[in-house]
C-alpha cells in the first residue's frame, strides 16, 4: 500500500519523533479491545508509536505487526490476515482521493478495525504549504466513507480533543472495571506526560522534536 504523501512522511520521520501521539487513545481504546479479544494485532500507520506493544502487553495479545509506508523498517504488509487492526491519527493524512484505497487495504488484512481519527488541523505544514491534516473531516463524514468497506463500523466515544473514533464490533467491558481500566491509562498517561515536561525543561527543547 502506498500513497502520494509517503515521501513527505518518510523526511518528517527521519527529523523528528513523529506519529507517537496514538498512546493518547489508549485509554479510551482499552476497553473495547479488551472485550473483543483479538489473538493478533496490527498497528496500521503506527509512525513511531509503541502503540501495539502497550496494546498487546494489557490485552494479552501474542502476535502484532507495526505497518508504516514511510517507516522503511515496516514498510511492508504482513502477509497474514489478523483479527483486529488499529489506526489512530492517520486517516487524516491521507488526500480524500486516496482513502478507499486505504481503507480497502485495512479492510483486506484485518476481521476487526478500531480507527481513530483527527478532525481539526496539525500544528505543521508540509512542504508545498499545505496543512498535514489534508482530510478534515467530521464524524458522518467519515462513516460515509467507512461503511462500503466495514459494513458493522459504529462510532465510540472518545475523550480527546477533535476526535472521532469508530469501531467494528459490539461491547466493551464496562461498569466498574472499565471505568477502573480507563482511569489507570489516563493516570499513567499523565505521569509520563509530566515526566517528559519535566526532561525537556532539564534538558532544553533540543531533546525532542515535532510530534503530530
Known amino acids: ?11 518528517l520521520h527521519s ?24 489473538a493478533s494485532l496490527i498497528d496500521f500507520g503506527c509512525g513511531q508509536s509503541d502503540l501495539a506493544f502497550l496494546i498487546a502487553a494489557k490485552a494479552c495479545i501474542g502476535e502484532i505487526h507495526r505497518y508504516d509506508p514511510a517507516i522503511p523498517a515496516i514498510s511492508i504488509l504482513p502477509a ?4 483486529l487492526a488499529v489506526n489512530v491519527d492517520v486517516m487524516e493524512h491521507i488526500p480524500d482521493e486516496e482513502i478507499d484505497a486505504v481503507l480497502a487495504s485495512i479492510a483486506a488484512l484485518a476481521t476487526h478495525a478500531l480507527l481513530v481519527i483527527d478532525t ?27 461503511r462500503p468497506h466495514f459494513p458493522a463500523i459504529r462510532q465510540m466515544p472518545i475523550h480527546r480533543r477533535n476526535r472521532v473514533a469508530f469501531k467494528t464490533w459490539d461491547g466493551e467491558v464496562g461498569g466498574l472495571a ?7 491509562e489516563r493516570a499513567i498517561y499523565r505521569v509520563q506526560k509530566l515526566s517528559r515536561s519535566a526532561q525537556r525543561k532539564l534538558l532544553g527543547p533540543g531533546v525532542h522534536g515535532a510530534v503530530l
Open 1 to 11: 500500500m502506498d500513497h502520494s504523501l509517503v515521501g513527505e512522511y518518510a523526511k
Open 15 to 38: 527529523r523528528h519523533r513523529y506519529g507517537a501521539t496514538a498512546r493518547h487513545a489508549l485509554a479510551d481504546m482499552l476497553p473495547h479491545i479488551l472485550a473483543l479479544r483479538p
Open 80 to 83: 497474514v490476515r489478523v483479527d
Open 120 to 146: 481539526g488541523p496539525a500544528k505543521i505544514l508540509l512542504s508545498d504549504g499545505r496543512n498535514a491534516h489534508v482530510s478534515q473531516h467530521g464524524a458522518s463524514w467519515w462513516l460515509e466513507r467507512l
Open 178 to 184: 472499565g471505568f477502573s481500566v480507563r482511569m489507570r
